[in-house]
Structures are given as C-alpha cells and as structure tokens.
Nanobody, 121 residues
Framework: VQLQASGGGLVQAGGSTRLSCTAS????????MGWFRQAPGKEREFVAA????????DYGDSARGRFTISRDNAKNTIYLQMNSLTPEDTAVYFC???????????????WGQGTQVTVSS
C-alpha cells in the first residue's frame, strides 16, 4: 500500500489548513488510519487516528480540541482539519495505517512520505 499525503504548506498562526491522505490498495481492506508528526529535533508524535468505520477516533494531547480527523472510504482517503494553529504545530505530518487500533496510535505498520506544515508567527 502507498499512502500519499497532500496539503499543508505555510500557514499563519491562528489559521487553519487541511491535510489529505489517499491510500492505494487493490482490494477493500479494513484499516485504521491516522497521522503522526515530527518537529525538528523532536521525536515522532501521535496526532490522531480513526477506525475503518469511523466509530472510533482518538487524538493526541496536542491535537485534541483543535484538529479533526475524518475519512471517506469510497475515496480511500482521510483528512486532518487543523485549526487554531501555532508555531508549535510546525512539523512534518505523516499519514499512517494499521489493521490494529492500538498499533495505529503507537507503532503503525505503514507510513506515508510526510508533508510539511509550517506555521509562522
């Protein structure tokens, strides 16, 4: 499977942006998907995850209340709406997926190439 992320770029503090991630696969699959991020000099951090059906959603502490994850299974795509951005949100954002709900939040099997989000003050 390939995970292709898009969106992001340069955003002003207080602004919003939306990331998308499309998974390419041959057959209908039951995967949880999500987002991690990595800021310069820091470890990768869990941002958000959503189950295949969308009935389970979880957020990392930094994302809760500001970010919203959603998915469109018809398009094999997930989205991350990010609001009230601060310079501390500057990072490379990685799309991830795993068949296991716990693992998608801790150590996903599949990682996309990442997309840069830079928040200017």
């Amino acid at each position: 499977v390939q995970l292709q992320a898009s969106g992001g770029g340069l955003v002003q503090a207080g602004g919003s942006t939306r990331l998308s991630c499309t998974a390419s696969r041959r057959a209908y699959s039951n995967y949880a998907m999500g987002w991690f991020r990595q800021a310069p000099g820091k470890e990768r951090e869990f941002v958000a995850a959503i189950s295949w059906s969308g009935d389970r959603i979880d957020y990392g502490d930094s994302a809760r209340g500001r970010f919203t994850i959603s998915r469109d299974n018809a398009k094999n795509t997930i989205y991350l709406q990010m609001n009230s951005l601060t310079p501390e949100d500057t990072a490379v954002y990685f799309c991830v997926e795993d068949r296991n709900w716990v693992m998608v939040q801790r150590g996903p099997a599949e990682w996309g190439q990442g997309t840069q989000v830079t928040v200017s003050s």
